[in-house]
């Protein structure tokens, strides 16, 4: 499948579209199990903010190139080149601030897919270790193959996961005590627990099969109104971090414009017709 042209530039994403309105975006570091070093997660954070703002997706999926690997996580040996701690100068608080704006251009890398104001589906495999979890966390539905292996790796590395694995995995999963069992133990887990915890709904045979899956569920979500997937993505994603009436509040703000869209007319024209509806680009 061919690389859709306006994403031509990327070195460690491809981009490819396998239905109509779907993005296909992967990791694409195989020699290094697409480990993500600075250049690779700063184009990560650019073709989703791409991807978000095209019109001619509506949906993404995510996976990584290869049979060997989603992703490995951070590059540790890129990593250790490129941070302050090995090139910055001066003293500890002059490298700590220098420190929290490497964190935080990570962080913002990775959070660009929850920030997607498309639905993305991260497609898990074989290797999803360390950074992976955060990726999928990230994510709005996340499905993978029977062999993935998983892990929140940091604690083996001397550090406690900072870009986004203890704030949004404790939100994912309905136990606070397998989150804590697997981030503080570093200890690897497989896809029967990750679908028993609640963090994939689907578990599928092999890579090929999982992709299948996943593009015949965006091809369905692309076939809704981008109005009402989109703005359904928006809405759960605020009603997480806040109260049920600041939630309902916004969704008033946010439906009064909704309901004066042509796609609420089409929707329920189509429904009482019994024919299948077609929406516009947004």
Same mark, same amino acid.
């Given at each position: 499948m061919s690389i859709v042209p306006a994403y031509a530039s990327y070195q460690y994403m491809r981009v490819t579209s396998p239905a109509e309105y779907v993005a296909?975006?992967? %990791?694409n570091n195989p020699k290094r199990l697409n480990a993500f070093s600075q250049a690779v997660w700063l184009e990560y954070g650019r073709v989703f903010a791409q991807i978000s703002a095209d019109p001619e997706f509506r949906v993404a999926l995510l996976s990584g190139v290869g049979d060997r690997a989603f992703t490995s996580g951070l590059d540790v040996k890129a990593a250790t080149a490129?941070?302050?701690?090995?090139?910055?100068?001066g003293d500890e608080v002059r490298r700590a601030k220098l420190l929290r704006g490497h964190i935080e251009e990570f962080q913002t890398s990775i959070t660009s897919v929850e920030k997607c104001e498309k639905p993305v589906i991260a497609v898990l495999h074989d290797v999803a270790i360390g950074l992976a979890i955060d %990726?999928?966390?990230c994510a709005d539905i996340r499905i993978c193959t029977a062999k993935t292996?998983?892990?929140v790796k940091e604690v083996d590395i001397g550090l406690a996961a900072d870009i986004g694995t203890l704030a949004r995995l404790p939100?994912?999963?309905?136990?606070?005590?397998?989150?804590?069992?697997?981030c503080m133990t570093a200890r690897d887990f497989g896809a029967a627990e990750a679908l028993a915890q609640g963090f994939v709904s689907q578990v599928h045979e092999d890579k090929a099969t999982a992709i299948a899956a996943a593009v015949k569920l965006a091809s369905l979500l692309a076939s809704k109104s981008p109005v009402a997937v989109q703005g359904t993505k928006e809405l759960l994603n605020y009603g997480k971090e806040h109260s049920v009436a600041d939630s309902l509040r916004y969704t008033q703000?946010?439906?009064s414009v909704a309901l004066q869209g042509e796609d609420f007319v089409t929707a329920m024209m189509s429904s009482m017709q019994k024919k299948k509806p077609s929406f516009s680009k947004l």
């Open positions: 296909h975006v992967e %990791i490129d941070s302050p701690l090995t090139t910055a100068e %990726i999928a966390t292996r998983f892990a939100k994912v999963v309905g136990s606070l005590s397998w989150v804590k069992d697997v703000v946010w439906n």
